[in-house]
């Protein structure tokens, strides 16, 4: 089955501290992108990426970092810079720049900072 | 610039009844238009989509048109069940630099019995 993994689905970290959120996908789409959802809001662009090696920034970049050195795979860092990273982090991917295709969703990750 | 406004929520219907999401959009060009769904503690599924003007995308029973006109993506569904509970979120894609989407802030629905 093709789709996108996110890990873990919760995650518990203390202030201070970097924490790293795996997004893997085996659609073979080339553009990834890593969403933050607060509750009752809606999604707010962190990073994406749009081919291999490259990725730009979103809205809310600040205190996140990511890398894609493979085309399945879109980590996203949040570091100690991060004020307040307690949220649903969502991954998604798109098959292509065509505007009629669809962004695909990973199950999201539920970080909260103790 | 791109946006996309959603009607405030939350909803709550009774089992049956008939479901209207407000959706406009604001774009520089000509956009896809798409309404996703998030069932709690999920990601987000697409629902329908339409890709250009007078299109309907449909689902599931849900439907929405793309009216150009009135800049409008409104979902209907003609009688909702206690599965349909959910947040419904509209957005917009468009042909620029990035390629990104743009998603409007979600609608909580409550289906009761």
């Known amino acids: 089955d093709g789709g996108i993994t996110q890990s873990p689905k919760y995650l518990f970290r203390k202030e201070g501290q970097n924490v790293t959120l795996s997004c893997e996908q085996n659609?073979?789409?080339?553009?990834m992108y890593w969403y933050r959802q607060d509750p009752g809001q809606g999604l707010r662009l962190i990073y994406y990426?749009?081919?291999?090696?490259?990725?730009q920034k979103g809205d809310i970049a600040e205190g996140y970092s990511v890398s894609r050195e493979k085309k399945e795979s879109f980590p996203l860092t949040v570091t100690s810079a991060q004020k307040n990273p307690t949220a649903f982090y969502l991954c998604?991917?798109?098959?292509?720049?065509?505007?009629?295709?669809?962004?695909?969703f990973g199950p999201g990750t539920r970080l909260t900072v103790l | 610039g791109n946006s996309v406004t959603q009607m405030e929520g939350p909803v709550t219907l009774s089992e049956e009844a008939f479901l209207t999401i407000n959706c406009t959009y604001t774009?520089?060009?000509?956009?896809?238009l798409f309404w996703y769904v998030q069932y709690p503690g999920e990601g987000l599924q697409l629902l329908l989509k339409?890709?250009?003007?007078?299109d309907k995308g449909s689902n599931k029973g849900f439907e929405a048109t793309y009216r150009k006109e009135t800049t409008s993506f409104h979902l209907e569904k003609g009688s909702v069940q206690v599965s349909d509970s959910a947040v419904y979120f509209c957005?917009?894609?468009?042909?620029?630099?990035?390629?990104?989407?743009?998603f409007g802030t979600g609608t909580s629905l409550t289906v009761i019995p």
């Open positions: 998604a991917s798109r098959a292509s720049e065509l505007v009629s295709n669809e962004q695909f």
């Open positions: 659609l073979n789409h080339d553009a």
């Open positions: 990426s749009q081919i291999v090696n490259d990725f």
């Open positions: 774009a520089t060009g000509y956009p896809s």
């Open positions: 339409a890709t250009k003007a007078d």
């Open positions: 957005a917009l894609s468009e042909t620029r630099i990035g390629n990104q989407f743009y």
